[in-house]
Nanobody, 124 residues
Framework: QVQLVESGGGSVQAGGSLRLSCAAS????????VGWFRQAPGKEREGVAS??????YYADSVKGRFTISRGSAENMVYLQMNSLKPEDTAMYYC???????????????????WGQGTQVTVSS
């Protein structure tokens, strides 16, 4: 059974940093698409970043501030978040999918497995 578990969320002040971790069991990240999504109250879930092979993709709102990376262990993916802003406040989800085109990375329907999420709160 595939499971994704996020960790590393918390409360920080604007300008601070957090590192989110996504640990997978039952699936390898070696050749899969892995994405980070977020959902704020009353808003749709949106793609934040994705890693597909060696390629990475970011939403315009986080470019230059967030970095997605794979760990030395195949089952780990991270999201380093720097220069956090209050508008980054949301529940953050890790997701894993298979195949598709690179431009489909923000599409939630292209991901087969989802974690339960970790809350990130940024205060001004």
């Amino acid at each position: 059974q595939v499971q994704l578990v996020e960790s590393g969320g918390g409360s920080v002040q604007a300008g601070g940093s957090l590192r989110l971790s996504c640990a997978a069991s039952g699936v390898t990240f070696s050749y899969d698409r892995v994405g980070w999504f977020r959902q704020a109250p009353g808003k749709e879930r949106e793609g934040v970043a994705s890693i597909f092979g060696r390629d990475t993709y970011y939403a315009d709102s986080v470019k230059g501030r967030f970095t997605i990376s794979r760990g030395s262990a195949e089952n780990m993916v991270y999201l380093q978040m720097n220069s956090l802003k209050p508008e980054d406040t949301a529940m953050y989800y890790c997701a894993a999918g298979f195949g598709g085109q690179w431009w489909q990375w923000p599409q939630t329907q292209k991901y087969n497995y989802w974690g339960q999420g970790t809350q990130v709160t940024v205060s001004s």
